[in-house]
């Protein structure tokens, strides 16, 4: 479960730098630092609200699956320090 979690975690965290990389920017966006001022029609002139809304949820979902992450190493950790401390001691007293 925590491999499944981890790998759709850093599917994540890649869409969410590509997203971060291509929102244009209101000083004119990559285009304007070549010298061209076409950014709005490389995805057309409404892509940026479906950028931003994309983004988003990129953003929800990279928290959301790194405090999920977190809590199931957690818990799992915690599981393995019980079973250690129900293990009967095998060492000599003296």
């Known amino acids: 479960m925590i491999t499944l979690l981890t790998v759709l ?3 994540i965290t890649l869409l969410l730098i590509f997203m971060v990389v291509i929102t244009p920017s209101s000083e004119g966006g990559i285009a304007a630092a070549f010298g061209g001022m076409g950014s709005d029609t490389f ?5 940026h609200r479906h950028i931003n809304k994309f983004t988003l949820f990129l953003a929800v979902s990279f928290l959301v699956l790194a405090f999920s992450i977190n809590i199931l190493r957690a818990n799992e950790t915690s599981d393995e320090d019980a079973d250690k401390d129900d293990s009967p001691n095998t060492e000599e007293t003296e």
């Open 43 to 47: 995805f057309g002139t409404k892509a």
């Open 9 to 11: 975690f850093v599917i």
